[in-house]
Nanobody, 118 residues
Framework: QVQLVESGGGLVQPGGSLRLSCVASRSIFSIYTMGWYRQAPGKQRDLVANIMYDGRANYTDSVKGRFTISRDSAKNTMYLQMNSLKPEDTAVYYC????????????WGEGTAVTVSS
């Protein structure tokens, strides 16, 4: 079992920045794919970025050049640095851990809300 806890959300003006954090209950980054997802009001939950055991990262097109995913394995913490925020980024952001080795082993945090508004 893995517990994931997100933090760092809040209200920010367009063009501003936030850094989200996700703390895992045990050391998993070497064997799980970690990701950030978001769900805007009235929309489905979509992938924002993920990072694999070897450090390779992927981003959805709408955040490329603005968001950076990273991790600190010693702290069991994953981050999402969000710059140049837009109102369209408003959503609840969720941390996810998925095992590439065991089918169905997939964990979610409860989310942290980000609102981008003037």
């Amino acid at each position: 079992q893995v517990q994931l806890v997100e933090s760092g959300g809040g209200l920010v003006q367009p063009g501003g920045s936030l850094r989200l954090s996700c703390v895992a209950s045990r050391s998993i980054f070497s064997i799980y794919t970690m990701g950030w997802y978001r769900q805007a009001p009235g929309k489905q939950r979509d992938l924002v970025a993920n990072i694999m055991y070897d450090g390779r990262a992927n981003y959805t097109d709408s955040v490329k050049g603005r968001f950076t995913i990273s991790r600190d394995s010693a702290k069991n913490t994953m981050y999402l640095q969000m710059n140049s925020l837009k109102p369209e980024d408003t959503a609840v952001y969720y941390c996810n851990a998925r095992s590439p080795l065991v089918a169905g082993r997939n964990y979610w945090g409860e989310g942290t809300a980000v609102t981008v508004s003037s």
